[in-house]
């Protein structure tokens, strides 16, 4: 009689490991889908107060001009309020160009290096903002901490008191510093794991390709929305 092959069994060490790798990929996946859960709900949020206030000042200015046409009446403010628009959506637009990645970067040579080197350009990058958002939100400390001495009002007929509207634009500065923050210890923690790919996944500038399947994603979208 001959003897059966005996079985290929996988020992106790390997199948631990392998369970251990299994659960360690659904907890990444699970993080990765609550950071985009998160970073969707502030982008709608943000997109949402960028919108009301350019809406608002479009009514006003509608109501300004016919106001003016038909009878003779100016609100004498509208351009007042197109700065403090201006001013606040600004700061709104610098977060929203962060997270979906549309903040101009000089490219020329970055698909050009190893993937090693981009991986570390993307995290300066990021980082550099982050620095930068500080910095000019440390710098409009100096600016609100001046109007509050000076009691600084608006040089229209309005005499807003400035701090009302410069609070406002300190606010988006700091969640876009926050924000941007948040990023580069994302990035750093990423560095320091060696985790290139995710680096190059989420802070690399936007290729050709992903521009256009946006533009197709968001124009399916609306087609949908008209039927």
Known sequence: MTSAAPLNKQS?????????DTVAHASDVAASQ???????????????AFGFIFLSFAV?????????????????????LGGYALAVGSTLAFTLALMGRAHI??????????????????????????????????AAIKVLTDTLSYGSTAPTPWATPLIYP????????????????????RA????????????LSEFSPKSAKEEVKE?????????????
């Open 60 to 80: 006003v200015v509608s109501v300004e001009t016919v106001s003016r046409k038909l009878f003779n009446f100016s609100l004498q403010g509208a351009d007042e």
């Open 215 to 227: 533009e197709l994603d968001d124009l399916a979208k609306r087609q949908q929305g008209a039927q």
């Open 12 to 20: 106790p060490l390997a199948s631990a490991s392998q369970h251990v």
């Open 34 to 48: 609550r950071r985009v859960r998160h970073r969707q709900r502030l982008e709608t949020l943000l997109a949402g």
């Open 166 to 185: 410069q609070a406002v634009w300190f606010g988006g500065l700091v969640i876009f510093a926050v924000v941007a923050t948040l990023y580069a210890l």
């Open 188 to 199: 750093l923690g990423l560095l320091l794991k060696g985790n290139e790919r995710a680096l």
């Open 105 to 138: 970067r000089v490219d020329v040579f970055h698909d050009r290096f190893p993937k090693r080197l981009q991986a570390w350009l993307n995290a300066v990058s990021i980082i550099s903002l982050a620095a930068f958002g500080l910095l000019i939100t440390y």
